[in-house]
């Protein structure tokens, strides 16, 4: 459960908190109106905030019929294992449980390590005995 001093929104970061984090996290520099772009363009939306701050964040992408992505599910890294990263999943798998119709498909790409904290909500590694490796190209 999340800790009362935590304030829990589902709209979209700032663009420029959203750099921000992205930066904590190691994630690299991107253009800003690539990321405001982005932001946009999502299907849905969960941010974590502390006094105002942006510790955390998860939004989701895709068709909004067949195809969803989980992506940008990040914490930062001082506010870690505080059950930040579980409530931005629940928040997730709610708004998935019901945009998502028999034959949709969900998929998102675990950082390394981290593969062990999707499980728990139902996603399964690849390669398996019937999927074979999951694949991405970065631009």
């Known amino acids: 459960m999340l800790a009362e001093k935590y304030s829990l929104k589902l709209t979209s970061p700032a663009v420029a908190d959203f750099l921000q ?54 914490v930062e890294p001082s506010h870690r294992k505080l059950g930040i990263g579980a409530a931005l999943m629940d928040k997730i798998e709610s708004y998935l449980n019901d945009a998502t119709k028999q034959g949709a498909t969900v998929g998102l790409l675990a950082a390394q390590g981290k593969e062990a904290f999707y499980t728990r909500y139902g996603y399964m590694q690849r390669p398996n005995s019937s999927l074979g490796h999951g694949m991405c190209k970065f631009v």
Request: no cysteine.
């Open 21 to 74: 984090l992205r930066s904590k996290v190691g994630w690299g520099e991107l253009d800003i109106n690539l990321a405001e772009k982005s932001l946009n363009n999502s299907l849905f939306h969960v941010t974590i905030f502390l006094n105002q701050q942006l510790i955390g964040m998860g939004r989701v992408v895709g068709d909004g019929a067949m195809y969803f992505y989980i992506q940008d599910v990040i």
